[in-house]
């Protein structure tokens, strides 16, 4: 195998492995991404929840318009 051959394969070798770690890191991020989009729904849910329970609607709209 000559060494131009080798240099080939070595730097194809680093370019798949920096590729791969990109990807990794991509789908890390993604999940992360998605995980605080649930916990925001959840929490905006939670709060039109509470307030539908108040008996006044005065205070539910109050209470609604002040929702995220």
Not at 2 to 25: D, E, H, K, Y
Not at 37 to 49: D, K, P, S, V
């Amino acid at each position: 195998m000559s060494r131009n051959t080798a240099l080939r394969l070595l730097l194809a070798a680093i370019c798949a492995v920096a590729v791969l770690l990109g990807f990794g890191q991509l789908v890390q991020l993604s999940v992360e991404q998605g995980d605080r989009r649930r916990a925001a729904t959840r929490e905006r849910q939670a709060a039109a929840w509470r307030c539908a329970l108040p008996a006044a609607s005065l205070e539910r709209s109050d209470c609604r318009a002040a929702l995220p």
